[in-house]
């Protein structure tokens, strides 16, 4: 029974095959020689043929209604926006982040500064050098030094978007409120 199925579906794709025009000259003449000298080949032949036609000249294209795109809005107007950033952002969480950060930096200026020599005597003379060192070494630790590349990065970032903000608020075409 199975054997039958996967002949008739063989049988099937190659007629398909030699109705579209897929199969090379030689297969087309073999076919054509089973059409001719087989029964069950030319039944069929006959069968796909017919059907093939009736596809051909009996599909009619479907044309949308003159509202189609009318009801495409209407339907899209119907849908639910989603709400404004405002509405689903925590500034509270925001602060805490930005207090992190700021605190980070204040530590670390704190820990560079704080192992400074300060002691300079006054002069008003403008020429005198003042007797001023920074202690640089916390700045060697590696971990250190990707933390400030960080931060950096994070502060560059925090720029570019204000720059954005900025450029696309007062872009041409748009309202500004």
């Known amino acids: 029974m199975r054997a039958d199925i996967e002949n008739t579906e063989q049988l099937e794709l ?3 095959d030699y109705i579209d025009g897929r ?10 020689q089973f059409i001719m000298s087989n029964e069950v080949w ?3 032949y006959s069968e796909l043929m ?26 899209v107007t119907a849908t639910t ?13 925001i602060k805490s982040i930005a207090a992190f950060f700021f605190l980070a930096i204040a530590g670390l200026c704190i820990a560079a500064f704080g192992g400074s020599n300060w002691h300079s005597s ?14 640089l ?10 933390l400030m590349i960080i931060i950096g990065i994070l502060l560059g970032l925090l720029l570019a978007d ?10 041409p075409g748009r309202s500004i409120n």
């Open 14 to 16: 190659q007629l398909w």
């Open 23 to 32: 199969c090379s000259a030689a297969e087309q003449e073999r076919v054509a």
């Open 42 to 44: 030319l039944s069929k």
């Open 50 to 75: 017919a059907f093939n036609t009736s596809i051909q000249h009996d599909l009619v294209v479907d044309q949308p209604s003159m509202r189609f795109t009318q009801n495409i809005m209407d339907a």
């Open 81 to 93: 926006i989603a709400p404004a950033a405002k509405n689903y952002i925590n500034l509270n969480i």
């Open 122 to 135: 006054y002069t008003s003379s403008f020429s005198s050098k003042a007797n001023m060192n920074l202690n």
């Open 137 to 146: 070494n916390l700045l060697d630790d590696p971990a250190i030094m990707n």
């Open 162 to 171: 204000n720059l954005l903000r900025s450029k696309d608020k007062h872009a």
